[in-house]
């Protein structure tokens, strides 16, 4: 439908797709519904996930951060052991496979070249069963695997992914519950209520753009670079953070695994370099909590994003409270705005950021 992608009275892309954020968790939990409400997922996607002995998900950029949280919830939820792999290196670097593998290529244009070498080589060489899960019906990833899960998020213009981002980790999360269920694996949350609850969340943090604008400002305003850390699922969701901001703003930025920065990478916190830690994950709260005071004892300017039930007082910025698993849904899209108003203060060019293709189609 062409007025789905007309900014209307958004001045870019980017910001109105960030909106669209919770309508999109909305449609994909109605799209993964049966008759009876319940989540489900095409009979024979569902028998190729039970079948595989192991999953290998192959994806590019924003789409490989996604792929890593699909790997938590594969394992944690249906116990299927997952390896996640950049496209571009698993072309020449291939890991040894198991016997019965599936593989799954997470793709929001479905057209990115990396991913499509690997799909070809792992129909034609090896024969192996493969899924696309893609936004776009009908793109060349969806046509030549063997199945596809659609992601429902509406045409994704700027490119900065945002909104197909979380609808990957849903899509993901639903793929994983509903293989989970069918393995008899003991499930004790009902994901279609905590979605509707992280959809809630979402629409929390994309009415927080004041807030958010400011701590832009704050932290970001002179920054040269900026870290981004967390542990766990934080980890991943602090890699795509700092992916947003190094796209739109030009500003160097990293994500770290808390506990990984004092092997290093803490030689270069200065007086006032930015720190976004993220702290919502409960078990390890603690933890990434004293990561912060160790880049604070070097002079960073620590901004941490924790979640309701978790927080402290000096918490710049808190979430609401979502399931324990389902964290990035919520948890990225702070770290989305805090870009956008960032690259807004740069006069940067939000939707067309330079050196930049929505999908890269060449090797
Ligand atoms: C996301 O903000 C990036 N522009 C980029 O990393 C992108 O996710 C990557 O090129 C993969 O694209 P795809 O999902 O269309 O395959």
Do not use: W
């Not at 909104?163 to 994901?191: H, M, P």
């Not at 004041?210 to 969701?237: H, P, S």
């Not at 002079?299 to 910025?317: K, P, Q, W, Y």
Request: some cysteine.
């Amino acid at each position: 439908d062409a007025s789905d992608i007309e900014k209307g009275t958004y001045p870019h892309y980017m910001l109105k797709e960030m909106d669209e954020q919770p309508a999109v968790v909305r449609k994909i939990i109605q799209a993964y519904s049966n008759a009876e409400d319940e989540l489900t997922i095409d009979d024979n996607i569902l028998e190729a996930i039970k079948e595989a002995d192991r999953l290998y998900i192959i994806a590019a950029g924003t789409s490989y951060h996604a792929g890593l949280i699909g790997k938590q919830y594969f394992e944690k939820i249906a116990g299927i052991p997952v390896e996640v792999h950049i496209s571009s290196e698993f072309g020449y670097n291939m890991p040894l496979l198991s016997e019965k593998p599936l593989f799954i290529f997470i793709s929001q244009s479905g057209e990115t070249a990396d991913s499509r070498q690997v799909l070809v080589r792992v129909k034609e060489e090896l024969g192996f069963p493969a899924l696309t899960i893609t936004n776009v019906p009908g793109s060349t990833l969806s046509r030549e695997a063997d199945y596809t899960l659609l992601l429902h998020a509406g045409p994704e213009i700027a490119v900065a992914s945002t909104k197909a981002y979380v609808a990957q980790v849903a899509v993901l999360s639903i793929a994983a519950y509903v293989a989970g269920k069918a393995k008899g694996k003991e499930i004790d949350f009902d994901l279609k209520t905590e979605l509707a609850i992280a959809a809630n969340g979402i629409q929390t943090m994309v009415d927080s753009k004041e807030e958010l604008e400011q701590i832009a400002e704050d932290y970001l305003k002179i920054a040269r670079n900026a870290f981004f850390i967390g542990r766990n699922l934080d980890f991943y969701v602090s890699s795509e953070g700092a992916l947003k901001l190094k796209e739109i703003s030009y500003i160097q930025a990293e994500g770290f695994a808390g506990g990984e920065l004092k092997h290093g990478t803490i030689a270069l916190i200065e007086e006032g370099t930015p720190v976004f830690a993220l702290a919502t994950q409960e078990q390890v709260s603690l933890n990434i909590r004293g990561n912060v005071k160790e880049v604070v004892a070097r002079g960073a300017n620590a901004c941490i994003i924790s979640m309701e039930g978790l927080e402290e007082e000096g918490d710049r910025f808190v979430i609401p409270k979502v399931h324990q698993l389902l964290t990035p849904l919520v948890s990225v899209v702070p770290l989305q705005l805090i870009s956008y108003y960032a690259a807004l203060h740069r006069r940067c060019d939000v939707d067309k950021p330079r050196n930049l293709a929505k999908s890269v189609t060449v090797e």
